[in-house]
């Protein structure tokens, strides 16, 4: 079974405005409200390929209860640890120019986190937990080294999907999946990327440092993943960027998705970047129609 974390969810609440005028009235052409969360975003795309997820992390209030719900009604099961306050609502301007206004979230306290910690202990050798985004400042700085530890010692496999020491502290636990973009991997070595080229050294320091498969995304340029076996390269396929949000999470889901079906990397690596780009060229996460139709503009070629 797959379960995908998210710490820090959120309802986002997108509007749409002809103009925003600071200090004045302004009103809405259109506004629409979901679930945000990396996790969750990867268990909504993994849902889109009928692989089945569970949702785990912190929810409060009514806007933790608007997220069950949601999931529910998309048949994605839940386990989330109930927390005292309120989920955070994110806001998202989309004017000429697009503002962002993210809140803290609630207070996570210990025995909130205790009650997470136990739900992990009782995954095992058939299960795969996603961590995926940053970690909420009432939470301490090794939660992520803590949770990694207790599925190496379950025997549980986990993925990856943070920037920076939260990415490096949890490589000596040996991920199924690491997903840094190029900027995120230059900054890991302190230094910069320009070409695909350059990922090749740099993400194979990352399997020499205990990341068992690792997928580099480098925007239009392309994407690279790499293992102790093999260096694949795939290129893009071309279409109109509308979008960012999600792109990564479902780079994620498309590999993991495939992956469970197939248990053959480079098909798991051809839906991570078809499921990634679907997601870049819509205005939401992809759909599985999306991506089958970009599959066929997805070309592997192994680096020898």
Partial sequence: MIYTLTLNPSVDYIVKLESFQLGELNRTINEAKFPGGKGINVSTVLNQFGTKSKALGFIGGFTGAYIEQYLHN?????????????TRINVKIKTSQESEINAIG?????????????K??????????VLAGSIPASLPKTT???LVKICSESGADFVVDAEGDLLKKVLPYRPFLIKPNHHELGELFDTTIANPAE???YGKRLVDMGAKNVIVSLAGAGAAL????????????????KNSV???????AGFLAAYERTR?????FRYSVASGSATAFSLGLCTKEKVEELLPQVHIKEIR
Avoid: C, W
């Fill in 74 to 86: 998309e048949k994605i099961d839940t386990d989330f640890v109930e927390v005292d306050e309120d």
């Fill in 106 to 118: 609630p207070n996570i306290s210990e025995q909130n986190f205790i009650r997470l910690k136990q």
């Fill in 120 to 129: 992990i202990h009782h995954l095992g050798a058939d299960d795969l937990l």
């Fill in 144 to 146: 992520y080294e803590e």
């Fill in 199 to 201: 990922v090749i050294p």
């Fill in 226 to 241: 790499i293992n102790s076996g093999m260096t694949l390269f795939a290129e893009v396929p071309k279409g109109e960027v």
């Fill in 246 to 252: 999600g792109a990564g999470d479902s780079m994620v």
């Fill in 264 to 268: 053959n990397i480079e098909e798991a």
